[in-house]
């Protein structure tokens, strides 16, 4: 984070390392003041330990996490965690978490056909799945499969199109997940 420094560093594994060392790092479960458990999908708080110029309290990072059980084969000592994308993105159903950005990532998986994709969800309603196919690739089926997919993980309805641009955010930023407010 630019505002913060270096929150996690990933290790040769492969796993998300948090910086406990500068910070005091809070995962609070979703929607909730208390500590996540491991597995349990997070926001992360972060205060800083020793910053005189610029000292962060309890910063609400708007950035989603899960925290892993264990210790990481590479040894290191800070807690593990798996980024999840902005909690903002997230899709809920009763209460619960049903996708993140990075369970549809998980969902899509290494799709030769696909270029870009963009799911846009409101509190109630059909899911809108736009995609751009890889140019002169069959991407009808997997379209239809990816649909299903995440109807299936969601519970709701969703309306998949191939679409030749999908348009990034007013930031300038691409997100394959998004909450749009009506």
């Known amino acids: 984070m630019s505002?913060?420094?270096?929150?996690?560093?990933?290790?040769?594994?492969?796993?998300?390392h948090l910086?406990?060392?500068?910070?005091?790092?809070?995962?609070l479960a979703y929607g909730t003041d208390r500590p996540a458990e491991p597995g349990e999908p997070a926001e992360l708080y972060a205060t800083s330990i020793g910053d005189q110029l610029s000292p962060h309290i309890r910063y609400r990072t708007g950035d989603g996490y899960v925290l892993l059980d264990g210790d990481c084969p590479c040894?290191?000592?800070?807690?593990?965690?798996?980024?999840?994308?902005?909690?903002?993105?997230?899709?809920?159903a009763g209460g619960a978490v049903v996708l993140t950005p990075?369970?549809?990532?998980?969902?899509?998986?290494?799709?030769?056909?696909?270029?870009?994709?963009?799911?846009?969800?409101?509190?109630?309603?059909?899911?809108?799945?736009?995609?751009?196919?890889?140019?002169?690739?069959?991407?009808?089926?997997?379209?239809r499969r990816l649909a299903a997919a995440i109807r299936e993980r969601t519970g709701r309805e969703?309306?998949?199109?191939?679409?030749?641009?999908?348009e990034s955010e007013r930031s300038g930023k691409l997100f394959g997940c998004v909450r749009e407010a009506r």
């Open 3 to 16: 505002e913060l420094g270096w929150l996690g560093m990933t290790c040769p594994h492969g796993r998300l």
């Open 19 to 27: 910086n406990t060392d500068s910070f005091y790092l809070e995962l």
């Open 75 to 92: 040894g290191h000592r800070f807690p593990r965690a798996v980024h999840h994308g902005r909690c903002r993105d997230y899709l809920t």
């Open 102 to 143: 990075r369970t549809l990532d998980e969902l899509a998986g290494p799709a030769a056909w696909l270029a870009f994709y963009k799911l846009t969800h409101h509190d109630t309603g059909p899911l809108l799945l736009r995609y751009i196919p890889v140019p002169g690739a069959d991407h009808a089926g997997p379209g």
């Open 158 to 166: 969703v309306t998949a199109t191939a679409v030749g641009h999908i």
